[in-house]
Structure formats: structure tokens, C-alpha cells
């Protein structure tokens, strides 16, 4: 893997664990929607980035 693609993993790596904090934040009834938007649409794009960065390996 090159350097790049390990920077951009970590990163989506940090991101999904945001998602994932704020998909089960203590104001939870409040953003439900919002949050559930954001896990259902978001994560498997970025799980998608993170199959395709590992499959692309040059």
C-alpha cells in the first residue's frame, strides 16, 4: 500500500468512527433522523472507498 492510501484509510477510518459515536450521542431522540441519514448513506460509501483503496493496490 502506498502512503497515500494509508493516510486516506486512516482517515475514513477516523470518519466512520465519528459516524459511529454521533449514531449513538447522548441527544440521540433529538438528531435521530439526521444520524440515521448519515450511518445508512455515509458509511457504505466510505466502506466502498476503503475496498476499492485495498483492491487497488499497484
Do not use: W, Y
Request: glycine share 4%; net charge positive; aromatic share 18%.
Amino acid at each position: 500500500m502506498s502512503k497515500i492510501q494509508i493516510d486516506s484509510f486512516l482517515v475514513a477510518l477516523k470518519m466512520d468512527r465519528r459516524l459511529l459515536f454521533s449514531n449513538f450521542s447522548v441527544n440521540h431522540l433529538e438528531n435521530g433522523q439526521r444520524n440515521q441519514f448519515f450511518f445508512f448513506f455515509f458509511r457504505p460509501i466510505l466502506l466502498f472507498f476503503l475496498l476499492l483503496g485495498r483492491t487497488c493496490v499497484p
